[in-house]
């Protein structure tokens, strides 16, 4: 069964710390994959999308990088508004009507 | 242009009573997704719903759940004779094209919160 995992569960940084977020998934082949980030309460907002192995996005303090069995979301200097749960999902080869979420990770950064 | 809206964002029902939770795609989508997701739980797919059409709705549970995607008018996802088991938040998403499809992209709504006591 095709499978998101992302780690770790929570992370806690102070503010300017830099740090990356793991998601892996197995190789069934990827279609894409998916980069949300969610504020309690609220729904998911889409952060980035990548298709190939070594593609790289980034905004603002956040890049992501993809590779053929994981992806890294990096955070360089984190401010406390960075704080909130990020989301990867990823869309596979061969389920090509579903997106499979992994149960994320929490990010808090002290000021 | 107004983001994909639900509506209520939260609901109170007793156990046996129906819930009926309403998703307003984003202007110019007309796919639709619906998932669940329960505290310290990812994301669980649903259903996918094109207009007038349920594309896929392995996620959803056989009995008690439905969901329609109309013509005119938002996407409803249904419970019949809740159970405390029900209570969750459920999100709607809504995207341009297909999900298979190469640059797609799913947008989410804020989600309605159901309390069934």
Request: include cysteine.
């Amino acid at each position: 069964e095709d499978q998101v995992t992302q780690s770790p569960e929570a992370l806690r940084l102070q503010e300017g710390e830099s740090s990356s977020l793991n998601c892996s998934y197995t190789v069934s082949g990827l279609r894409g994959l998916f980069w949300y980030r969610q504020d309690p309460g609220k729904g998911p907002e889409f952060l980035f999308t990548l298709y190939s192995a070594g593609e790289e996005k980034e905004k603002e303090r956040l890049k992501a990088t993809l590779t053929k069995k994981e992806s890294f979301l990096h955070i360089t200097a984190p401010k406390p508004e960075d704080s909130a749960t990020y989301l990867c999902a990823v869309l596979f080869l061969n389920r090509d009507d579903k997106i499979i979420f992994g149960k994320g990770t929490r990010l808090h950064i002290l000021p | 242009n107004a983001g994909v809206m639900q509506n209520p964002r939260h609901l109170v029902r007793r156990r046996g009573q129906e819930a009926r939770l309403r998703c307003s795609p984003m202007k110019g989508h007309s796919h639709v997704y619906w998932y669940r997701q329960l505290p310290e739980e990812g994301l669980k797919f649903m259903v996918y719903l094109q207009k007038e059409n349920i594309i896929d709705e392995s996620g959803m549970p056989k009995e008690r759940f439905s969901a329609e995607f109309p013509k005119e008018g938002p996407s409803i996802l249904r419970i019949q004779q809740v159970v405390r088991g029900d209570s969750a938040a459920y999100f709607c998403a809504s995207s341009e094209l297909a999900v298979f499809a190469a640059k797609n992209i799913q947008y989410f709504g804020a989600g309605t919160r159901l309390s069934v006591l």
